[in-house]
T-cell receptor, first 112, second 116 residues
Framework: AQSVTQPDIHITVSEGASLELRCNYS??????LFWYVQSPGQGLQLLLK??????LVQGIKGFEAEFKRSQSSFNLRKPSVHWSDAAEYFC??????????FGTGTSLTVIP | DAGVIQSPRHEVTEMGQEVTLRCKPI?????LFWYRQTMMRGLELLIY????????DSGMPEDRFSAKMPNASFSTLKIQPSEPRDSAVYFC??????????????FGPGTRLTVL
């Protein structure tokens, strides 16, 4: 069965520091992978997605993620975090393309 | 396009009352999903529709919950009777296989439900 694990419930980083949010998935075939961001009181916004091809995908707001099949991972990265990046981040996997399975989310705090 | 529209944005009701949440999908999207988000359980898929037909309602917690999609432009999620444990944020999301954003789900702003 498909599933997503986000091992870090909460991460705190300093503004300007680099960021990596972990995501591990379980799926038998090639998955469709997504990262969403949720700001307080808002819905989820897509940051980036991976379907096939280049394993390093670029998204909005300076985020990128790398698909590593051997590790069943799809970690999200940003070289320099801004205070406005403080939010909840969700990784998701879609098997047959329509039903998504979301991780439990990672809450990011950015300190000045 | 205005995106996925949900109403109301906030709802406060008393236990036992009927609650109806509404969703207007993005025009042309043929999949519609209802999610519930709580601190304890995270983001849960309740039900989803394809071309107005319910495909999988296995996430609907119990018979008090029902969802309909009478046409391509409108869906409702109803809770009757409501209970305090139903307090959560309910999201509607839509997806269009024939759109340029193939396979991406677009989320509405959510309805924050509080049952007293």
């Amino acid at each position: 069965a498909q599933s997503v694990t986000q091992p870090d419930i909460h991460i705190t980083v300093s503004e300007g520091a680099s960021l990596e949010l972990r995501c591990n998935y379980s799926y038998g075939a090639t998955p469709y992978l997504f990262w969403y961001v949720q700001s307080p009181g808002q819905g989820l916004q897509l940051l980036l997605k991976y379907f096939s091809g280049d394993t390093l995908v670029q998204g909005i707001k300076g985020f990128e993620a790398e698909f590593k099949r051997s590790q069943s991972s799809f970690n999200l990265r940003k070289p320099s975090v801004h205070w406005s990046d403080a939010a909840e981040y969700f990784c998701a996997v879609a098997g047959n393309g329509n039903q998504f399975y979301f991780g439990t989310g990672t809450s990011l705090t950015v300190i000045p | 396009d205005a995106g996925v529209i949900q109403s109301p944005r906030h709802e406060v009701t008393e236990m036992g009352q009927e609650v109806t949440l509404r969703c207007k999908p993005i025009s042309g999207h043929d999949y519609l999903f209802w999610y519930r988000q709580t601190m304890m359980r995270g983001l849960e898929l309740l039900i989803y529709f394809n071309n107005n037909v319910p495909i999988d309602d296995s996430g609907m917690p119990e018979d008090r919950f029902s969802a309909k999609m009478p046409n391509a432009s409108f869906s409702t999620l109803k809770i009757q009777p409501s209970e305090p444990r139903d307090s959560a944020v309910y999201f509607c999301a839509t997806q269009g296989w024939r759109s340029s954003s193939y396979n991406e789900q677009f989320f509405g702003p959510g309805t924050r439900l509080t049952v007293l």
